[in-house]
């Protein structure tokens, strides 16, 4: 008997390794609309994104790997505001109701709910092309939010991780060199020289680790700050006009993966760091008492912490290199309807 769409809410969905019950849920799937008690001195946070086949991810993909990397791309979001994740919704749109696929796609997801305590409550199936939309809400004491605004002349602007690796995964998953639109049509040299490499990148796209941890910990004592998904320069660029400042950056100090280095050039390691896009780490600007601190906090929590540059009065971007000289970057990032 063919799967109806009650049956596949039931059967892969409403299962306790993926909608589970957490404190502030009083009702997730199984009515017409979740129930959530929000704790009095706490605010939501809520985020969606949409993912597409053949947009965000190969159509014929793994299902495991999509639902991770769906999940992933939108705990980034709540870590870009410092948010401890609560639980998601899904809408899932797809061709036919394959049971395996099906079941491959709740293991996914349930891998990151599981991980932080962030259970699935609802959502809607539909028939048609291939595609999910999933919306994140997230919790945070009102005194204690990331945002864009907020950043001050004098304040450091830092990067968690390394930069570079979301744009070598994307060419790890298509097996062909990238092409960064926004730099000219300038080819991303990638060529992995061996099987450890490959599963780098291979992870870096379809696994991708959103700082989510470090960020509820550092809410409070950044002044502003935003995740990492459509490239550094174009996302930095948002901070700058939110916050009406300017910046700073010196392109020496850009830190990358030493896969990256080892499978591609350095013009194509920079390129990749400021225009790549899906590295889902943060950018964050900060009071220069506030670095020694954060470091703590990073290693505590197992991440590498990174001073770039400078927030400025004057407007306007600036990339130094090692010499001292402006280098001509312009701050664009990846559009989905640009021309």
């Known amino acids: 008997m063919p799967l109806s769409e009650f049956d596949i809410i039931s059967r892969f969905f409403a299962q306790p390794d993926l909608s589970f019950a957490v404190p502030g849920i009083d009702q997730g799937i199984g009515d017409d609309a979740a ?3 929000v704790p009095d001195d706490q605010v939501v946070t809520a985020s969606m994104d949409v993912l597409v086949a053949d947009v965000h991810f190969p159509a014929g993909a793994d299902a495991a790997k999509i639902g991770q990397r769906a999940l992933a791309v939108n705990l980034s979001d709540l870590a870009a505001m410092g948010s401890k994740p ?6 899932l749109i ?24 962030c259970p699935l409550v609802g959502g809607d199936i539909s028939r048609g092309p291939l595609s999910l939309s999933i ?15 907020g950043a001050q002349p004098g304040d450091l602007i830092l990067v968690t991780g390394t ?3 979301g744009a070598f995964g994307l060419a790890s998953v298509t097996n062909e060199p990238v092409q960064i639109k926004q730099i000219k049509g300038h080819p991303l040299k990638f060529d992995p020289q061996n099987d450890a490499q490959a599963t780098h990148f291979n992870a870096a796209y379809w696994a991708p680790e959103p700082p989510v941890n470090f960020a509820e910990r550092i809410a409070g004592r950044v002044s502003a700050g935003l995740d990492i998904s459509d490239g550094l320069l174009g996302d930095l660029a948002h901070i700058l006009q939110a916050s009406a400042v300017g910046a700073r950056i010196e392109l020496a100090k850009l830190p990358y993966s030493s896969h990256a280095q080892a499978v591609s050039d350095p ?8 225009y790549g896009g899906d590295d889902y780490e943060l950018c ?12 703590s906090l990073a290693e505590q929590s197992g991440l590498s912490l990174t001073v770039i540059g400078e927030i400025v009065a004057e407007l306007g971007l600036q990339c130094i290199d090692v010499d001292g000289e402006t280098v001509d970057h312009s701050p664009s990032s990846y559009q989905h309807f640009k021309r």
């Open 284 to 295: 964050l600007t900060a009071n220069p008492s506030e670095l020694e601190g954060l470091n």
């Open 163 to 165: 930069l570079g690796d």
């Open 94 to 117: 797809i061709p036919e109701a394959d049971a395996q696929w099906l079941q491959n796609l709740a293991s996914g997801l349930s891998v990151l709910a599981q991980r932080y305590q």
């Open 135 to 149: 919306q994140v809400q997230g919790l945070n004491h009102r005194d204690k939010l990331i945002r864009r605004a």
């Open 86 to 91: 609560w639980c998601f919704t899904l809408g």
């Open 35 to 37: 129930i959530l008690s």
């Open 267 to 274: 013009t194509s390691c920079e390129l990749a760091a400021l």
